[in-house]
């Protein structure tokens, strides 16, 4: 993917999210992006809840709430 292609797609996204069309622009022609799986790594549980300040892996290390603890994680 090159650099216009990559602008295209933010374009499109944003423009989705906005409910308008993106501003015409030449561009090459953009494949259609492969359709999205679920990873399980990428899910967040829910029920995990950090009462403290302290990391749950490294208790040691202040939470920085990245959600590594709340994932299975890769």
């Not at 799986?37 to 549980?45: A, D, E, K, Q, V």
């Not at 950090?50 to 939470?63: A, F, Q, R």
Request: net charge negative.
């Amino acid at each position: 993917m090159n650099d216009a292609e990559l602008r295209s797609l933010v374009r499109t996204a944003v423009a989705r999210h906005l409910g308008t069309m993106p501003s015409p622009m030449p561009a090459a022609p953009v494949a259609a992006p492969a359709p999205l799986t679920l990873i399980s790594s990428h899910s967040l549980y829910a029920g995990l809840v950090n009462v403290t300040d302290d990391c749950l892996i490294e208790p040691t290390v202040k939470c920085d709430h990245c959600g590594y603890c709340k994932s299975h994680g890769n």
